[in-house]
Nanobody
Framework: QVQLVESGGGLVQAGESLRLSCAASGSIFSIRAMAWYRQAPGKQRELVAHITSLGNTNYADSVKGRFTISRDNAKNTVYLQMNSLKPEDTAVYYC???????????????WGQGSQVTVSS
């Protein structure tokens, strides 16, 4: 069994910062890419940031320069540092990881439970 557990969401004012964490646990053999997505009310889920196993990153244009994705491979954890938050960043944030579980033959996507981030103006 593999699971992703998120922490760090909350309510902040515009201009403030939040840090999301997502820890993968269970019968994990290997993790490739990890990512953060978000879904605002009435909108489709969108990719926010992505990081490869080697640490290469890419970001949605809307968050470039404000958000930073990082990972700690020893802890199987991915982070999203969010600075200069705006009301339009309000959404449920989901972590995602491409994981090869023990006794599995192929990688598959796993998702966190979702963390609400609310930014007030």
């Amino acid at each position: 069994q593999v699971q992703l557990v998120e922490s760090g969401g909350g309510l902040v004012q515009a201009g403030e910062s939040l840090r999301l964490s997502c820890a993968a646990s269970g019968s994990i053999f290997s993790i490739r890419a990890m990512a953060w997505y978000r879904q605002a009310p009435g909108k489709q889920r969108e990719l926010v940031a992505h990081i490869t196993s080697l640490g290469n990153t890419n970001y949605a244009d809307s968050v470039k320069g404000r958000f930073t994705i990082s990972r700690d491979n020893a802890k199987n954890t991915v982070y999203l540092q969010m600075n200069s938050l705006k009301p339009e960043d309000t959404a449920v944030y989901y972590c995602n990881a491409d994981i090869l579980a023990l006794r599995s033959r192929e990688y598959r996507d796993y998702w966190g439970q979702g963390s609400q981030v609310t930014v007030s103006s």
